[in-house]
C-alpha cells in the first residue's frame, strides 16, 4: 500500500538544528521529495532525493535516506525563523505518471 | 514562467451552489493533479490526468465531483451541487519529470 508518516509538529530554538522525520512503504519508489508550505501559500518543493543514493546536501538542507527501514530525514541547519512552516515528505509509488503521496506534515515552530 | 495559476483565489457560495475552479499548468507539463488540502485530513490526491487523460479519479469523493482537461492548459474541478463538508483548499500542480510545481490553490467556503 501506499502510506506516508511524519510527526506533526516540531518545535526548535533559533539558530539550533531541526530534523523531520519520515517513514515510506512503498520501496519502490524512484524519488523522495521534501515540500515546504509556508501560510496561504501552495507547497514549495524544497529538495529531492532518487532512490539510490543514501544523503543529499544543498546549503543547509541535509537528506538522508535510510532504504532498508523505509525512512526519509530532513536537517535544517542554523534553523531561522523564516523556516517556520508545513513541511511534507511524499513518495512516488510505482506505477508511472509522477503521482506524489504526501505525508500530513510536520509543522515546524522556531522560537527565539 | 508565471507558474501554475489558479482561479479563483478564494470562493464562498452557498449550499447547494455549482463550483467550479479552474488551473493553468505550466506549458510543456504533461501531468495535472487536484488536491484537496483541510486540517482534518491533510492533502488529498482527487485525480490526475496525463497528457490531457484522467488517469486515477479514485480519490474523487463522489459524484458530485467531476473534472476535466480539454486541452494541455487548461483544467477545471467542479462541485456540484456543492455542501459545507467541502470547505477546504484546492490546489493544482502540473510536472513533467519529478517534482511537481504547485498553484496558490483556491480557498473554497460553502455556507
Known amino acids: 500500500g501506499e502510506d506516508v508518516e511524519q510527526s506533526l509538529f516540531l518545535s526548535v530554538r533559533e539558530g539550533d538544528s531541526s530534523v523531520i522525520n519520515c517513514t515510506y512503504t512503498?520501496?519502490?519508489?524512484?524519488?523522495l521529495y521534501w515540500y515546504k508550505q509556508e501560510p496561504g501559500a501552495g507547497l514549495q518543493l524544497l529538495t529531492y532525493i532518487f532512490s539510490n543514493m543514501d544523503m543529499k546536501q544543498d546549503q543547509r538542507l541535509t537528506v538522508l535516506l535510510n532504504k532498508k527501514d523505509k525512512h526519509l530525514s530532513l536537517r535544517i541547519a542554523d534553523t531561522q525563523t523564516g523556516d517556520s512552516a508545513i513541511y511534507f515528505c511524499a513518495e512516488t509509488p510505482s506505477g508511472g505518471y509522477n503521482k506524489l503521496i504526501f505525508g500530513a506534515g510536520t509543522r515546524l515552530a522556531v522560537h527565539p | 514562467d508565471a507558474g501554475v495559476i489558479q482561479s479563483p483565489r478564494h470562493e464562498v457560495t452557498e449550499m447547494g451552489q455549482e463550483v467550479t475552479l479552474r488551473c493553468k499548468p505550466i506549458s510543456g507539463h504533461n501531468s495535472l493533479f487536484w488536491y484537496r488540502q483541510t486540517m482534518m485530513r491533510g492533502l488529498e490526491l482527487l485525480i490526475y490526468?496525463?497528457?490531457?487523460?484522467?488517469?486515477?479519479d479514485s480519490g474523487m469523493p463522489e459524484d458530485r465531483f467531476s473534472a476535466k482537461m480539454p486541452n494541455a492548459s487548461f483544467s477545471t474541478l467542479k462541485i456540484q451541487p456543492s455542501e459545507p463538508r467541502d470547505s477546504a483548499v484546492y490546489f493544482c500542480?502540473?510536472?513533467?519529470?519529478?517534482?511537481?510545481?504547485f498553484g496558490s490553490g483556491t480557498r473554497l467556503t460553502v455556507v
Open positions: 512503498d520501496s519502490s519508489s524512484t524519488y
Open positions: 490526468f496525463n497528457n490531457n487523460v484522467p488517469i486515477d
Open positions: 500542480a502540473s510536472s513533467f519529470i519529478g517534482g511537481y510545481t
